[in-house]
């Protein structure tokens, strides 16, 4: 895989990494507009990881470090180029950036429904936590 680069999303990426996440990703977030992705650039412009290969986004992962937990969001690999290590190299450096914040252990948004994903996950050393849920309220402004 000597051609996948995988960097930090530049604020002139924004707009085409939520395109992406319309024919990659499994879902939508309440944040997926430019202003909310512009947000998360803005206060951790090292959050979104971008892999590329030779110069087309072909894949994304966000490695959110709060300073007390490393999560992970939008793991993404466009279909075209799934099944050949995308993810895996994503997963890597995403763990990477919180071992070197002092991360201890990541956690990871995957979707109930997404089967599919479950399977990668697992093979990545990640597993459903089974002592709580994830409980959530949508803020409005």
Same mark, same amino acid.
């Given at each position: 895989m000597?051609?996948?680069?995988?960097g930090?999303a530049s &604020?002139?990426?924004l707009a085409?990494?939520?395109?992406f996440?319309? @024919?990659?990703a &499994?879902?939508t977030?309440?944040?997926?507009d430019l202003?909310? =992705?512009?947000?998360l650039h803005?206060?951790?412009?090292?959050?979104?990881?971008?892999?590329?290969r030779d110069?087309e986004? =072909?894949? @994304? =992962?966000i490695?959110?470090f709060d300073?007390?937990?490393c999560?992970?969001y939008r793991?993404?690999v466009?279909?075209g180029?799934?099944?050949r290590?995308i993810g895996?190299?994503?997963?890597?450096a995403?763990? &990477?950036?919180?071992v070197?914040?002092?991360?201890r252990?990541?956690?990871?948004?995957?979707?109930?429904?997404n089967?599919?994903?479950h399977?990668a996950?697992?093979?990545?050393g990640?597993?459903? &936590?089974?002592r709580? @849920?994830?409980? =959530?309220?949508?803020l409005t402004?």
């Amino acid at each position: 895989m000597s051609d996948l680069h995988i960097g930090h999303a530049s &604020e002139a990426d924004l707009a085409a990494v939520l395109a992406f996440w319309r @024919t990659a990703a &499994e879902g939508t977030s309440i944040s997926d507009d430019l202003a909310g =992705v512009e947000r998360l650039h803005g206060r951790d412009p090292e959050a979104l990881l971008l892999a590329r290969r030779d110069g087309e986004l =072909v894949g @994304t =992962v966000i490695a959110g470090f709060d300073g007390w937990r490393c999560h992970l969001y939008r793991l993404a690999v466009h279909p075209g180029h799934r099944r050949r290590g995308i993810g895996s190299a994503l997963l890597a450096a995403a763990e &990477e950036r919180f071992v070197a914040l002092g991360g201890r252990r990541a956690d990871a948004m995957v979707l109930d429904r997404n089967e599919r994903a479950h399977g990668a996950w697992d093979a990545a050393g990640y597993h459903p &936590e089974d002592r709580w @849920t994830r409980w =959530v309220k949508p803020l409005t402004g």
